[in-house]
């Protein structure tokens, strides 16, 4: 039996018979792009569209420069670095085919914690004339409920007092920016690749509310010379196990420190919104539109609604995946009600894109039983999530007085979730940057329910609902007195 092979630029061509490897020129690859963190979602996204016009169209002037900004991600840093950039990505659909790809539109990598300069003075080189982020929901330091950037967070702060060693993204793009006016070089587009409602004008508050506290008057050079399209970004991405370096080791001979893997649907849509012209990524599948807010609705409100509920009610049973979830009849039923009842009618604008083609396809998605999207990835920052992809069809259906049930059982079950036991009796991890307060809020209303809705940084007013209120102490009642299945039971059966 042959040795696995190495993945590097060195080797990848004797890999060409196993599995598809770039066939373009690495060499003549013009980085205009630099991406801020290199997460797996970025690797099966925005890189896999860019590896895909050099391989197909031989469009070379879309390099990527990764830089990762966070200590914890030295891991990606060091892998990328070995490997020259490339890595395996592993497509797997609904019937079992698995497809490997090796990408190779990363060309250059930067490690902030390591030489913060240099990533400054990548950012500020004319070439690159996009620089786009996938930082997380939490990455923008926003209440979520005033949607305002957050100026007393402690990394904030730490920028503010320290501006040449940054740690934010903000800091990191004031500095940058600043050397492109210095030099009289032009701005650049910003596009924010994450899950929140109009990421790009996010982005841009977040942006100018923190350059208006340490170079105001940067700001009247930014407002001419920066944009900040906003996306929708579509693509399940689990966390790469052990199990799938391992298969790719012993199926494809390709020994890979990190490959990703993903299902086959992907999609991106992005808001027409460019400081240079437009890129030509329409080849690839990309979709430029006028509005953007349509899109994102659907897919926050369904998916990434759809993915918080089957993760908070299937850890709650002891499930441990998405797809283990989804394939239980009871809370499938449950989550196309909710969807249907609950989130459908605030959906009205949406008609032309077809919300029902997209539910459907959705269902088939989260039941894929080879993405072992873990409910523990799904769970993690719902202090983030929640509010991002549940609490605005709430607020949309109370105003017009519609039905929220289905909405208050899943909030009532994320205050149990908290008490971190499962119906089994195992207990679970949490993970979230604000899990002190979640668990202490959560233990609270175990002799008062209200105190759990009370967390005004996640949920607002809506303690003050009292049609939302009385229904959420009705659930978290039932949910604390039977198993999380028998409740989804009931639901369905009535
Ligand atoms: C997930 C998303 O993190 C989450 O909660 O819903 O990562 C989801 O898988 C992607 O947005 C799919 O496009």
Not at 305 to 321: C, D, F, S, V
Not at 364 to 379: A, G
Not at 403 to 427: E, H, L, M, P, S
Request: charged fraction near 25%; proline fraction near 4%; include cysteine.
């Amino acid at each position: 039996m042959q040795n696995p092979v190495y993945l590097n630029i060195e080797n990848v061509d004797s890999l060409r018979n196993r599995v598809s490897t770039p066939t373009f020129d690495r060499d003549k690859i013009k980085t205009s792009i630099a991406h801020i963190g290199v997460s797996n979602f970025h690797r099966v996204h925005q890189a896999y569209y860019m590896h895909e016009l050099m391989q197909k169209h031989d469009r070379l002037d879309y390099g990527i420069c990764g830089i990762d900004l966070l200590d914890g991600d030295r891991k990606i840093y060091n892998v990328l670095k070995d490997q020259d950039g490339l890595y395996s990505l592993i497509i797997k659909d609904e019937n079992g085919s698995h497809q490997v790809k090796i990408i190779g539109s990363i060309v250059e990598y930067f490690f902030g914690p390591e030489n913060p300069m240099a990533v400054i003075e990548r950012l500020a080189n004319p070439d690159i004339e996009i620089i786009s982020l996938t930082i997380a929901e939490d990455g923008y330091h926003l209440n979520e409920i005033t949607g305002e950037f957050d100026q007393e967070h402690p990394s904030v702060d730490e920028d503010v007092k320290n501006p040449f060693y940054p740690k934010t993204v903000f800091g990191y793009l004031v500095q940058a920016f600043k050397l492109r006016k210095l030099r009289g070089l032009s701005g650049c587009t910003v596009l924010s690749c994450d899950n929140i409602k109009g990421n790009g004008d996010t982005m841009k508050l977040s942006f100018l509310n923190y350059v208006s506290q340490v170079e105001p008057e940067l700001l009247p050079w930014l407002e001419k010379n920066s944009t900040f399209p906003n996306s929708m970004v579509d693509r399940i991405t689990p966390l790469t196990i052990q199990e799938d370096i391992e298969a790719l080791k012993r199926d494809f001979l390709i020994e890979d420190q990190w490959p990703v893997v993903c299902e086959s649907f992907s999609n991106w849509v992005i808001e027409d919104n460019f400081f240079h012209e437009t890129p030509q990524w329409g080849k690839v599948g990309v979709q430029f539109v006028k509005q953007i807010e349509f899109y994102d609705k659907m897919k926050l409100q369904l998916l990434n609604a759809g993915h918080t509920i089957l993760g908070i009610l299937g850890t709650l049973h002891g499930y441990k995946t998405v797809h283990e979830a989804a394939n239980d009849e009871e809370f499938m039923s449950f989550l196309k009600a909710y969807m249907d009842e609950e989130v459908i009618p605030v959906l009205e604008n949406v008609e032309t894109l077809s919300v029902e083609n997209y539910k459907t396809k959705l269902i088939t998605r989260f039941k894929n039983p080879y993405i072992h999207d873990s409910l523990s990835r799904i769970c993690s920052e719902s202090s983030a999530k929640v509010p991002a992809f549940i609490l605005p069809t709430i607020n949309s259906q109370l105003l017009k007085d519609k039905v929220i049930n289905r909405a208050a059982f899943v909030v009532a079950a994320w205050c149990k979730y908290y008490d971190g036991v499962n119906d089994q009796g195992k207990v679970f991890k949490i993970s979230d940057s604000i899990s002190n307060t979640l668990i202490r809020r959560s233990t609270l209303s175990h002799q008062d329910p209200i105190k759990f809705l009370e967390i005004e940084s996640v949920f607002g007013e809506l303690n003050t609902n009292p049609v939302f209120v009385e229904k959420y102490i009705g659930y978290l009642a039932q949910i604390r007195s039977h198993s999380i299945k028998d409740c989804i039971k009931n639901f369905n059966n009535n």
